[in-house]
């Protein structure tokens, strides 16, 4: 992976994660999805409950596009492909694709609003946040300065 601000995390499908047919149910795509998200958060360093907590802050969902390719069945491991494709200033858009060895299984484009915890109202995502997003959770690999400088101001 040659790219900083792609990031990938492998799920394993369990049988709650299946139908009655043994094919993932469709449903838990966004449930893969959001999982890659969270952790894509955790890997540049941004932790959601202390964003909520310090800064009234939360992420929602706010809109969801998905197409299904192919199947994944029970036990199937699968990597979970994520990037920023758009970086607002109380939005972000990724785009996430769900494969298994080397075939596409799910592609989605889901826009995540910024929005204050209490009144549910859309709240722009904190600078700092926004400088670790545009580094990305790969920042040490490929980034310069300024996304170290980022990463060290925002703890």
Not at 49 to 59: A, K, M, P, Y
Not at 115 to 138: F, Q, T, W
Request: charged share 25%; glycine share 6%.
């Amino acid at each position: 992976m040659s790219d900083p601000l792609i990031f990938e995390w492998p799920i394993r499908v369990y049988y709650e994660d299946t139908d009655a047919g043994g094919i993932v149910f469709y449903a838990n795509y966004l449930k893969f999805f959001e999982r890659a998200r969270t952790e894509w958060l955790r890997a540049c360093g941004i932790d959601q409950q202390r964003l909520s907590e310090s800064d009234g802050i939360v992420f929602v969902v706010r809109r969801t596009a998905i197409e299904y390719a192919s199947p994944a069945h029970l036990d199937n491991m699968i990597r979970v492909v994520s990037r920023i494709d758009r970086l607002g200033r109380a939005s972000v858009d990724f785009h996430q694709e769900a494969w298994r060895d080397g075939v596409l299984l799910a592609s989605g484009d889901i826009r995540i609003a910024s929005v204050d915890r209490e009144s549910i109202r859309p709240a722009a995502v904190p600078d700092a946040v926004l400088k670790r997003l545009r580094c990305g959770p790969h920042e040490s690999q490929a980034a310069s300065a300024n996304c170290a400088n980022a990463n060290a101001n925002s703890n």
